[in-house]
């Protein structure tokens, strides 16, 4: 093996597409709560949500990334959640700081302690979080993700024009579309209450125009290989 490549989020959804899709020379690693369940993929059963939880995966970053002589390290950011869905104000306190840490902190922690862990690598060295439409669209009933989304497209592009400078590790944040997940599922679950524009993801999964997680994967991969992709904020739609 001579490429390591993390996967947040490898449980489900597109980072376990991501995982299951990686080049064949991968060191498959996923954390998320529960095991993805995927040959070879070592799984580091972890629940993001809790701060505790990211020092200790920071210094699994570090040994990892020095227990052998990688040619290639790509971390791939893609755990998440829109729970709890609804308006601030009116959800359940502790589910709405859950939200936050998971996902507006956790990813600036991790991704701060990957290119710490990777700073003294000459090899091909790749971050990638997900995001969203949200992070610059009004979506009420999904306003602590979004804020979040946005916040990880702002340290993004920083981070990317920092790592131009000094550093070298290319930096990228993706939106991926409209994705037939678990997501996509709880999201069409929601009453129009808490999210009033449930009608319009009902709609589109109805109709068929939802993507295949396998193909947002593989464009993921070929995104990583296109050395004339260098805007650091990508919408996977737009490739
Ligand atoms: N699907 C879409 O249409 C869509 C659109 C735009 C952006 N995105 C983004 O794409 C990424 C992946 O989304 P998805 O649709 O694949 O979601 P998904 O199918 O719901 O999967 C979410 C993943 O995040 C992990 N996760 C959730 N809470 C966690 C926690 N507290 N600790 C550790 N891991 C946790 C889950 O694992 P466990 O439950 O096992 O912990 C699972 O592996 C997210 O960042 C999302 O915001 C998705």
């Known amino acids: 093996m001579s490429h390591l490549l993390i ?16 080049p064949d020379d991968c060191y498959r690693v996923g954390v998320s709560r529960t095991d993805p369940d995927l040959p070879g993929v070592v ?23 020095h227990a052998d002589d990688w040619t290639r390290v790509t971390f791939v950011h893609a755990a ?14 502790d589910a709405q700081a859950a ?16 290119l710490a862990a990777v700073r003294d690598l000459d090899v091909r060295r790749e971050l990638v979080v997900l995001s ?3 992070a610059r669209t009004d979506y009420p009933g999904w306003a602590t993700y979004g804020a979040a989304k946005a916040a990880v497209e702002r340290w993004v592009s920083t981070v990317a024009a920092e790592q131009a400078e000094r550093g070298g590790v290319r930096v990228l944040a993706v939106a991926p579309g409209v994705v037939a997940t678990g ?9 129009a209450h808490d999210f009033p524009r449930v009608e319009r993801f009902r709609s589109l999964h ?13 464009r993921l991969w070929a995104l990583l290989d296109d050395p004339d992709a260098t805007d650091p904020l990508v919408d996977l739609r737009q490739r």
């Open 7 to 22: 996967v947040t989020g490898g449980s489900a959804g597109i980072g376990r597409a991501v995982l299951a899709a990686a």
């Open 43 to 65: 799984h580091h059963a972890t629940d993001l949500a809790d701060p505790a939880a990211w020092s200790a995966l920071g210094d699994e970053f570090d040994r990892l990334v």
């Open 80 to 93: 998440g959640t829109l729970a709890p869905i609804g308006f601030q104000g009116e959800v359940d306190h």
């Open 99 to 114: 939200n936050v840490l998971l996902d507006a902190a956790c990813p600036l922690v991790l991704a701060h302690r990957f």
């Open 132 to 134: 969203s439409g949200a």
């Open 183 to 191: 997501m996509q599922a709880l999201i069409r679950d929601t009453d």
């Open 206 to 218: 109805a109709e068929g125009r939802l993507a295949d997680a396998d193909d947002v994967s593989a």
